[in-house]
């Protein structure tokens, strides 16, 4: 069953309903299967966008008009008919353009652009509709007014009235399917949450994280030096814990240090360790944390905040195994295992001159990369299942449950902050959400909020000028939208807009969106 009431809320809806108002003076109605009609048109403050439509709804037996209009239009579709039709109207001289939504070969409804007449249309026809209006029920100024009103289409305004409204039907095709294909996949993901999508403390079946999980399977078992990169939040120390706990290392001490967390001379300190007297304060001898980590694993966070005369240092202790404490005369011997990680391009940095090109290499022998969390959206149900389950046992409730529009939110999210920006926005939640058991979007951050999946290119289409103009530009557009939506899939994209594949083809190589990359990058 199609949400018609999102449907209707969708930029992308709302601006086609706009341009068919502007261009051809049509009402756009949305019809269920039933051939009920969705737009809300029996409440007062329904804000009518054709007068004719509007008089047409105040007579008495208004309702029974526009619907058994629909029905006709609804059986042709039940006989197989699967493109848009222009049916006669109960009023004469007044046609209405009837689209079909059509869905894994299911009838789900249509969409209905009504009223119009023929280019023809003469001073008889006005005459004898207006006298059908008022024995209908209608006030004689009413009747004509609405005549008045009518717009007259000529053969091509009518062409160009069925290909749009077949594009809405397309894009509410397009909607349904992408939520259907999103609620299976929350209902997948939610009820495959266990171990097996598991990694030590890491959460996610994505192709992404397996890509990591299998990497981390073979390198754990060796010695060698692994550089971790990935955004900020993506989870670099849980790689990191991750790789000692499955080490041979594991039942010795993992240190981990944030480099960015002090100054030269405190990292310094804080690494290597200083001899009593090394400088004012040092009242005794301090083992650094390379002595600390000795027989196990040191986690160097944020390695490319590190100045470059530290970077001789930690060079140093990576070729030799040895380093020097502040204010020694002696190098001491140590036998760690080094993980670092950045979310900084190193190699760029060292074509700055900002990280000498030798530690990169000493560093480098392993490289793990982590992918962000908006490329890995599967991984976001299993990871709010989990932050979830974990905050209200933290806080002795009951497990919440997100409500359905809530999740698809939170889903459709970019996540700057990544994974850290999830729990915390999930611990916020959890705790807004008081003693409710469902958390509702209402309760969202407004960052969130404000950000929907909903899209949003077609903002700005001109509705004035040549029509003929315009409408390529839109078409334009739509194909353009459509070839990146569907990856390029021109029969997919065909179906989605109802016309031929050859004829798709053409119409891109008109429009020169046949180049992949060019399409992709604007």
Not at 294 to 306: I, P, R, S
Request: one cysteine or more.
């Amino acid at each position: 069953m199609i949400d018609w009431k999102t449907i209707r809320d969708l930029h992308v809806i709302s601006k086609l309903e706009e341009i068919i108002g502007d261009w051809f003076g049509v009402e756009l109605l949305y019809v269920n299967e039933h051939g009920k009609v969705q737009n809300t048109i029996n409440q007062k403050d329904y804000d009518y966008k054709n007068h004719f439509f509007k008089v047409n709804m105040s007579l008495p037996h208004g309702f029974d008009y526009i619907h058994s209009d629909i029905e006709k239009a609804h059986e042709s579709f039940e006989r197989g008919v699967e493109e848009p039709v222009i049916i006669e109207s109960f009023f004469e001289q007044i046609k209405l353009v009837v689209a079909p939504v059509i869905y894994e070969g299911e009838f789900l409804g249509s969409i209905v652009g009504y009223p119009f007449t023929k280019e023809d249309f003469t001073t008889e026809d006005k005459d004898n509709l207006v006298k059908q209006m008022i024995d209908c029920g209608a006030t004689n100024e009413d009747a004509t007014s609405a005549v008045e009103h009518l717009k007259m289409l000529s053969l091509q305004d009518k062409s160009y009235l069925k290909e749009l409204i077949w594009l809405v039907s397309s894009e509410v095709v397009t909607f349904h399917d992408e939520i259907s294909t999103r609620d299976q996949r929350i209902k997948d993901l939610n009820s495959e949450l266990g171990s097996k999508y598991r990694y030590h403390n890491m959460i996610g079946k994505s192709k992404g994280m397996q890509a990591v999980y299998h990497l981390l399977d073979k390198i754990s078992k060796s010695e060698s030096t692994i550089l971790i990169q990935g955004e900020n939040g993506t989870g670099k120390e849980l790689v990191a814990k991750a790789i000692h706990y499955n080490s041979p290392r594991k039942d010795m001490v993992f240190v981990a240090q944030n480099c960015s967390a002090f100054n030269d001379n405190l990292l310094d300190s804080e690494l290597f360790g200083h001899v009593k007297g090394a400088f004012t304060g040092a009242v005794k001898d301090k083992k650094g944390l390379f002595e600390v980590a000795n027989g196990g694993t040191l986690f160097l966070d944020e390695v490319g905040d590190t100045s470059l005369a530290m970077q001789v240092k930690l060079l140093r202790v990576l070729q030799e195994g040895t380093f020097l404490p502040v204010g020694a005369t002696s190098p001491r011997k140590v036998n760690v295992r080094i993980i670092a990680a950045t979310n900084k391009p190193l190699k760029q940095m060292i074509q700055k001159g900002e990280f000498r090109e030798d530690l990169y290499y000493r560093l480098n022998v392993i490289n793990v990369g982590l992918p962000s969390l908006k490329e890995r959206k599967d991984d976001i149900p299993f990871l709010i299942e989990y932050f979830v389950e974990k905050r209200c046992a933290e806080l002795g409730v009951a497990t919440k449950q997100f409500s359905k529009k809530c999740m698809e939110k939170l889903i459709d999210h970019d996540w700057p902050g990544n994974v850290r920006e999830l729990e915390n926005e999930v611990e916020r939640l959890v705790v807004l959400a008081g003693e409710d058991k469902v958390i509702t979007p209402d309760l969202l951050s407004s960052k969130i909020t404000d950000v929907g999946g909903v899209p949003t290119s077609l903002k700005g289409v001109r509705t004035s000028g040549k029509l003929k103009d315009a409408l390529e530009e839109l078409e334009a557009l739509m194909i353009k939208e459509g070839l990146k939506r569907c990856n390029f899939n021109k029969s997919r994209l065909a179906k989605e807009l109802g016309i031929s594949r050859a004829g798709l083809i053409m119409k891109v190589e008109k429009y020169g969106l046949d180049k992949r990359s060019k399409a992709a990058n604007e």
